[in-house]
């Protein structure tokens, strides 16, 4: 019975409802460029439209020319403004693409130099010298070998030459004991 129970809660229980990403604050000014522009646009082809209906209902040149002014020079300066806001738009969104991969970038090479300088200053033999290099983990109070099981799990760990690490009054591990 209690078997029964437990699968009729899983049968009415309704997926959850998918969650949509956090807007990006790198690409708020991008946004906003691109509904500025998209305003303009739009405000640049009414002003062009009204020019062009006043300047089409009369005959007259002399009463044509506040419609062609007014109308259609604002309507070209409106229209040229925003389609400039949108390119603006369009070069915001790639730089801020840009920083992101450079972001990325950077992380990848911090990696690859800690994972370069844990091989090169890693003692294949399991003992440091006492010359030799330790490994020093980030706000740490002691110095470790670089095979050394909490030194493996930390992200931020640098080599330091031993005599640096004595002098800075770091203590030795107690179980790696280098």
Known sequence: MAN??????????????????APDPARRPARLALYLGGTLLIAGAIALYLGYNGAATNSLPQAQTPYLISGG?????????????????VLLTVQADFRGELH????????????????????TNGSASAGGTVMV??????????????????EHARPMPRTEADREGLLPCRICKP
């Open 4 to 21: 029964d129970l437990t699968a009729a809660q899983e049968v009415s229980a309704e997926p959850a409802p998918p969650a949509f990403p």
């Open 73 to 89: 020079l604002v309507g070209v300066a409106l229209t040229a403004v925003g389609g400039i806001t949108v390119a603006m738009y």
């Open 104 to 123: 990325a970038l950077r992380e990848s090479m911090e990696r690859l130099s800690e994972a370069v300088s844990h091989q090169a200053f890693g003692n």
């Open 137 to 154: 983990a980030r706000s740490s109070s002691s110095y470790h070998r670089a095979d050394c099981r909490l030194v493996e799990r930390t």
